[in-house]
């Protein structure tokens, strides 16, 4: 039987291609968001996806999401760390509750989910941990110095567990995407696209959402069990660590 992989912010954006791409891979997909039940609803419908609906910053919702996903579907063996959020403004203008927002989501969520499937994966000696992180994790933003501390602190917990996890056959590694064609990037005005961040970008383009996605399906795959601890850059070349 195919295996689980449960997707955390996994029907739009980055995480809707990684779904599907996991699917196409052969996984039975289990793909979590938090809010727009609308988009929700239409993306389990056009994909044959199941969705669950729960916040991961919320440890108790985790857990009771992660129970019924196992008791309906079978044991998450792969999980993607894939949901995250902005709320930007210069330091000296952000509030607590800005900071405490993006930290509990992007980087406390990353905990919530991967220690409620931790203990299983450890069981049956096998597991994928896949976080996506970001550019801006590696190298810091203007503007950004709660995302920018969340998705380097994924980076750490992603080395430090990776250390626990490689004798029980579990693997846990990153992606750092750079500037991906989402929804929220293309927002932005075109102006500024053109002539700001994509000349900041070696080849020339923002990346596709399914470009990270191949870049998780193999990670998740039996033939990336040698690789962990890492962080894949994909970013156009744009940053290099």
């Not at 419908?45 to 992660?66: F, K, P």
């Not at 932005?188 to 696209?193: I, R």
């Not at 998740?220 to 040698?226: K, P, V």
Request: glycine residues 12%.
């Amino acid at each position: 039987m195919s295996r689980v992989a449960l997707v955390t912010g996994g029907t739009r954006g980055i995480g809707a291609a990684i779904s599907i791409a996991l699917k196409a891979a052969g996984y039975r997909v289990v793909a979590n968001y938090a809010g727009n039940e609308e988009k929700a609803k239409v993306f389990a419908e056009e994909t044959g996806i199941q969705v669950r609906r729960w916040d991961v910053s919320n440890y108790q919702a985790c857990a009771d999401g992660i129970a019924e996903i196992e008791a309906a579907v079978g044991p998450v063996e792969v999980l993607v760390n894939n949901a995250g959020i902005t709320r930007d403004a210069m330091f000296h203008k952000m509030t607590p509750q800005q900071w405490n927002e993006v930290i509990g989501t992007n980087l406390t969520g990353v905990f919530n989910m991967t220690h409620t499937v931790w203990s299983g994966m450890r069981d049956r000696s096998f597991g994928r941990v896949i976080t996506i992180s970001s550019i801006n994790g590696q190298k810091g933003q203007v503007g950004q110095a709660n995302y920018s501390a969340a998705k380097a602190g994924d980076l750490g917990f992603t080395k430090a567990l990776a250390q626990e996890g490689a004798a029980k056959g579990i693997t846990v590694n990153a992606v750092c995407p750079g500037y991906i064609a989402t929804e929220m990037v293309l927002a932005v005005p075109e102006k500024v696209l053109n002539e700001r961040i994509i000349p900041q970008i070696p080849v020339g383009r923002l990346g596709q959402p399914e470009e990270i996605a191949r870049v998780v399906v193999f990670l998740a795959s039996d033939e990336a069990g040698f690789i962990t601890g890492s962080t894949i850059s994909a970013n156009g070349g744009q940053f290099f660590v």
